[in-house]
């Protein structure tokens, strides 16, 4: 239940851990604008995220949407199981826009 | 009740749209078609369906649909617009009108005139060709019966898909109240299959503002299942009563996408976009048309049209997102111009602003009792905003009369035509205000005095031909303001009266006797007497000697006055003059004995000490010029002596000045007019009462009358010491 900061360079690797819902949406929300704020590119790592509603989607959606307008960089990486479902079902894939691996699926 | 409020709104409406529409078919015939008026034509017939069908009024609906269908080619380009249609548009923009009326007469079920609807249908079809009224859409099913189509009630056709389309906003509580939207998919998709899901991201706002913990998308599904409606229906429950959940059927009407996509909270910004989400169109589909529409040379046909060629949408669920989008840009230009408020309320509001008028009135006196610096000082302060509220509210209730002229076009066309005489009409002044409520009791007289115009005054062709006038004849309606009145003239440029013959018709009708002398204006006024006509022949518009007598009857109940201007072969002008107002005036206060006259302050032009000793044709030299003059001690009969310094007030109505000999001035005063009981109607020279701040009642003096009374006065003093006769001719009016 964390959210792991790394710089690596000139990027920004953000590890969500545990839940990514509605419980830790407002904690989530300014700690990974802060990120974005820093001028880097920022990957943010899926990997760890065993559950996602619909205020997680939003987020994704909402720092996209900031990344693109500040000019910046940022990508969601290594989607989880769980992740990966939820994208899925709502038809995001597009709209996001990065890359999945299917093989991190198994 | 609420439902009697926007019908009721629903006329209102539509009665102007048909006046806008009513102008701009007149502009055409003009000046010529312009993309502009075609549109306002348009807007006209499709707003007033789109409204109609709210209130299942079939009748209006069908109409209205087949002279929309017929603008729509207009405005396609694929008909030009000529004047026969131009004609045709007119009558059925008459019998739309009519077709209101019975809505609001509450019948409309009748239909007002079956014989020039079957007419009118008939020519509108003429135009668009039988098989042309409605274009079959190439999606719809088999079970669209084409017969059906040829009435064509709009919706008719069938979807294709044989999926159930959900359109799911949910509440902005939901994810707070401990439910996700996405459980609620899950649990959907296990009832079939999520054949396609598109997630609104519209209303997601900006990072800044996002709040976390609310629940932002919206989502557009379409979806393959056996299951029924009520188990579908069901998966919403508990999210139904804060979100708006849409579900419809598989292969449901057209109209039901219809119906979607105008609840569809969502900006309709652009016309594929919701198509695809609302299912009707494939991704793919909408991209080959956005590929041609690039490729198309300049000017791109719009994209609706293009849809509806390329047969992938049936042409009324465009019709439906296009109207959407317009729908949504006129209302927000519209929304910020014009509220529209209830009369009653306005004029309580008037009846507040008149009761603080009185009551400031009263603290003003107090103040001045008092002698307290301070005091006196916000009491001024007060009543000056008073004022200026007083003023604003007044203003409220005015209108331009433009109102009442925007008819004149259609029926001076009209009348012309009938008549086969070339008539202008000059319309000048519109922008004049005045009271709403003149506005309506207006139309009438004007109506009579503009028919009269063009039957009795303007000559037919030939004779302009032989007299050397211009071969059109021209009608002007002009308005304006002018000292505290509203002035509104009808003139002609036409034969004028012919003050003789109207003499020797009123001398046989026995309405003045034969040794009567009478001023050329007093003659003209003669025709305003009931059962006065001078017209050779009866036409079916005017010379049956009803009209005149009731114009001037219903401008009277105005508190106006109406009088003719002519100049024989060359044209008559009809004056209405109005009383600008009807609730509150600045008044002047006058003392007489110890009881208050008030002065309409406009009408006041100056005041004057005054010594009347010795002057016995109550006539005064003021400045060279002779004035005539009324005591109003002697006028009212009231007691007690004049005082030995007087003062002259001097008055103007129109064009006439007199002087009013008072005890005193006492100044500027603010009066709010209260009706005097019709005990009093027969009483001359008083026009209202008012009250005063200590509580007093004040009569307010009927200026015009007093006026009028005195040049008379002046008249037969003239003719007495003109002609030295023992007893002065009477004049009669």
């Known amino acids: ?106 | 009740m609420e439902l009697d409020a926007a019908r009721s709104a629903l006329v209102q409406e539509a009665r102007e749209l048909l006046a806008a529409m009513e102008a701009a078919l007149l502009d055409i015939e003009q000046g010529g078609a312009t993309p502009e008026a075609i549109n306002a034509i348009f807007r006209a017939a499709h707003t007033i369906k789109g409204s109609a069908g709210l209130f299942a009024l079939d009748g209006v609906v069908a109409f209205t649909h087949i002279v929309e269908s017929l603008l729509d080619r207009v405005r396609n380009g694929k008909l030009a617009i000529d004047e026969a249609m131009l004609s045709l548009l007119l009558r059925c923009g008459d019998y739309i009108s009519a077709l209101i009326d019975m809505i609001e007469d509450g019948r409309e079920r009748d239909d007002p005139d079956p014989a020039a609807r079957i007419d009118l249908e008939a020519g509108l079809n003429g135009y668009l060709g039988v098989k042309d009224a409605v274009h079959l859409p190439a999606t719809t099913s088999p079970q669209a019966e084409p017969s059906e189509a040829a009435v064509e009630i709009e919706g008719g056709g069938h979807v294709d898909a044989d999926t159930w389309h959900l359109s799911l906003r949910f509440g902005i509580d939901v994810l707070r109240n401990g439910m996700d939207p996405l459980s609620f998919i899950r649990y959907l998709a296990t009832l079939g299959r999520i054949t396609y899901l598109h997630t609104l991201v519209d209303n997601l706002p900006d990072a800044e503002q996002l709040d976390p913990e609310s629940c932002y998308l919206g989502f557009e599904i379409d979806f393959a299942s056996d299951a029924d409606r009520q188990t579908i229906d069901g998966v919403f429950e508990f999210v139904r009563d804060e979100s708006q959940i849409h579900i419809i059927p598989p292969h449901s009407k057209i109209a039901e996408y219809i119906k979607l996509i105008e609840t569809l909270p969502e900006p309709p910004k652009r016309l594929g976009e919701i198509l695809v989400k609302g299912g009707a169109l494939t991704e793919h589909e909408l991209e080959a048309i956005l590929d041609k529409q690039q490729a198309q040379p300049i000017p791109p046909k719009p994209i609706g049209t293009m849809l509806v060629e390329e047969k992938l949408v049936p042409g009324t669920v465009v019709a439906a997102a296009l109207s959407k989008q317009k729908q949504g840009e006129e209302k927000r230009t519209q929304e910020q111009r014009f509220i529209k408020v209830e009369v009653n309320k306005l004029d309580q509001l008037i009846n507040l602003v008149g009761e603080l008028v009185i009551a400031g009135a009263g603290a003003n006196l107090v103040a001045k009792k008092k002698q307290d610096n301070q005091f006196d000082e916000a009491t001024q302060t007060l009543s000056a905003l008073v004022e200026q509220i007083r003023d604003a509210a007044l203003t409220l209730r005015m209108v331009p009369i433009g109102e009442v002229f925007q008819r004149f076009p259609r029926v001076v066309r009209d009348i012309s035509k009938d008549l086969g005489k070339n008539i202008e009409l000059v319309i000048t002044g519109a922008e004049t205000e005045l009271d709403k409520s003149m506005v309506e009791k207006l139309a009438d007289p004007l109506m009579h005095i503009v028919r009269n115009a063009m039957d009795h005054g303007i000559e037919p062709t030939e004779v302009r031909l032989e007299r050397g006038k211009p071969l059109t004849g021209t009608l002007r309606l002009n308005a304006y303001h002018e000292s505290g009145s509203i002035v509104i003239e009808v003139s002609d440029d036409g034969k004028g009266l012919d003050h003789e013959r109207i003499l020797a018709k009123a001398i046989e009708r026995g309405l003045v006797s034969a040794d009567q002398v009478l001023s050329e204006s007093e003659i003209f006024n003669l025709v305003f007497e009931p059962g006065f006509s001078t017209a050779e022949a009866v036409t079916n518009l005017s010379g049956r000697g009803v009209g005149m007598d009731v114009v001037r009857k219903n401008i009277e109940s105005l508190r106006g006055e109406v009088d003719i201007l002519s100049v024989f072969g060359q044209g008559t002008t009809v004056r209405i003059r109005l009383p600008l107002t009807l609730a509150i005036i600045d008044g002047f206060q006058v003392m007489v004995n110890d009881a208050v006259f008030v002065i309409p302050l406009d009408m006041v032009i100056e005041c004057a000490d005054h010594s009347s000793a010795g002057n016995a044709h109550h006539i005064v030299n003021l400045r060279g010029e002779p004035l005539s003059y009324l005591r109003l001690r002697e006028l009212f009969e009231l007691p007690g002596e004049a005082p030995r310094r007087e003062s002259l007030v001097v008055v103007q109505y129109g064009q006439t000045r007199a002087g009013l000999v008072v005890d005193r001035l006492l100044g500027e005063f603010q009066a709010v007019i209260k009706p005097l009981g019709s005990l009093f109607t027969r009483v001359k020279g008083i026009g209202g009462s008012t009250i005063l701040g200590d509580g007093r009642v004040a009569l307010i003096l009927d200026v015009p009358h007093l006026v009028t009374s005195a040049s008379r006065s002046e008249g037969a003093a003239r003719d007495a010491s003109l002609s030295q006769q023992s007893s002065p001719q009477q004049n009669i009016g």
């Open chain 1, 1 to 106: 239940m964390a959210l792991v900061i790394e710089q690596q360079g000139e990027r920004i690797l953000a590890r969500i851990e545990g839940e990514f819902n509605i419980f830790r949406a407002a904690e989530l929300k300014p700690a990974l604008l802060e990120c974005l704020a820093s001028g880097h590119d920022i990957e943010i790592d899926l990997s760890h995220v065993d559950e996602i509603d619909t205020s997680g989607v939003q987020l994704m959606l909402m720092l996209k949407r900031e990344a693109a307008r500040t000019a910046r960089q940022l990508s969601f990486v290594r989607h989880s199981a769980a992740a990966l479902s939820v994208i899925d079902l709502l038809n995001l894939a597009g709209v996001l826009g990065d890359p999945v691996l299917i093989t991190h699926l198994n």
